[in-house]
């Protein structure tokens, strides 16, 4: 299958017949078999097929259609920034902000960084789901990509401030997911205990890539009335300005360019996974989601 960690070594060999020395041509033959040649599978499993339809568009060519040539520019192509519907918030991700319901959910996502930036994000979640990037705290200096070299101290003392004094937080219980990695104590306190002194608390984050991704496109889907099911507001300007230019792997194609400005979309990452949601499908399709290919954590 198109994909997957073999991606580019498979195509040079099976697709592009460019061959390197010691490779003989006549040794790699290329025949294509599509998910609707698996008849047993279409018998047992008929909605998977349309599960797979509902994918964003590259990856969709990429496992429906067999093609192995889509995984190129725009990761996050189905986002969508339209001004013009800010106020009614269809068809569009960023809309303008507002106070959260006392009642709605408060969370906290964050991705250590130093050289580089760190992210902290704060997430309201409606009484049907709907996820909302409500604040940002983003570590950057006015080049990209450039951390401010804040000690964690700095950070948390900064996180605990805006969460006591910002009328939107004070006063909530909010609950944190945080890059695995900040709980390395191996070179002494390691940066989720640092928090923890501020009253900062986290819980590790499910850091699988290619799950956390979908989650993300799954999020971003609009439903037939024009609603997705996540939105930014337009205070929120890291997220408005690094999602659009994150492009795909060059050596593991389904996956992001780790070499970009990828910090806001890591915790973004970690919020998604923490609360996960199926794609949204047709109202015949069957609503357990599977995965008979083992396509998504592959």
């Not at 040649?37 to 349309?50: C, G, H, S, T, V």
Request: with cysteine; hydrophobic share 35%; glycine share 6%.
């Amino acid at each position: 299958n198109p994909g997957g960690p073999g991606h580019g070594y498979f195509k040079r060999l099976f697709i592009d017949r460019r061959f390197e020395a010691g490779e003989e041509p006549e040794n790699y033959s290329f025949v294509q078999a599509l998910v609707t040649d698996n008849r047993a599978l279409m018998r047992q499993q008929p909605e998977y097929l349309k599960q797979l339809e509902t994918l964003p568009p590259k990856l969709r060519e990429a496992w429906l259609y067999g093609s192995w040539d889509v995984y190129e520019g725009q990761f996050f192509e189905d986002f969508r920034d339209v001004p013009e519907h800010y106020e009614d918030r269809q068809w569009t991700h960023v809309i303008e902000p507002f106070a959260p319901d006392k009642g709605w959910t408060v969370c906290r996502s964050y991705d250590f960084g130093y050289g580089k930036p760190f992210s902290c994000a704060w997430w309201a979640v409606d009484y049907d789901g709907v996820i909302y990037r409500i604040l940002e705290l983003y570590g950057c200096t006015r080049m990209p990509n450039e951390g401010v070299k804040w000690t964690p101290d700095r950070q948390f003392a900064e996180i605990r401030r805006i969460e006591t004094e910002h009328p939107w937080l004070k006063g909530r219980e909010i609950t944190g997911v945080a890059d695995p990695a900040i709980w390395d104590a191996s070179r002494g306190e390691s940066v989720a205990q640092t928090a923890a002194r501020y009253g900062v608390y986290f819980t590790p984050g499910d850091n699988e890539r290619i799950a956390g991704w979908m989650q993300c496109h799954y999020r971003l889907q609009f439903d037939e009335n024009g609603y997705p099911r996540m939105y930014v507001f337009k205070n929120c300007r890291a997220f408005i300005r690094t999602v659009p230019l994150m492009l795909y792997s060059q050596t593991r194609p389904e996956d992001l360019d780790t070499a970009m400005e990828d910090h806001v979309c890591d915790e973004w990452r970690y919020f998604c996974m923490s609360r996960p949601v199926k794609p949204m499908m047709q109202a015949q399709t069957a609503a357990v989601w599977s995965d008979p290919l083992n396509q998504i954590r592959s």
